[in-house]
């Protein structure tokens, strides 16, 4: 569905990392990025923007909803 590759593509814009003197991305963190991004859009295309949640994400990916704010800005 298009409108989802989209919403994809707007997430990774908007979660995309900035490098800064102190901290460079790994791979490793940006593989688990992609995957915390995916698992975002499949809650968004089955719930809406309005009706996912954090705990959708997270609970998707196995994680606690804190561990999702290193891979997404505040």
């Known amino acids: 569905d298009g409108s989802t590759e989209r ?3 707007l997430l990774m814009l908007a979660t995309a990392p900035t490098p800064s003197p102190r901290w460079e991305p790994t791979a490793r963190w940006a593989v ?3 995957e915390v991004v995916d698992a ?3 809650a968004f295309a089955e719930r809406g923007f309005v009706g ?3 705990r959708d994400i997270a609970d998707r990916l ?3 909803v804190a561990s999702l704010y290193y891979y997404l800005p505040s």
């Open 32 to 34: 688990r990025h992609r």
């Open 62 to 64: 196995g994680v606690r």
């Open 7 to 9: 919403l994809l593509e």
């Open 40 to 42: 975002a859009a499949t």
């Open 52 to 54: 996912a949640s954090t």
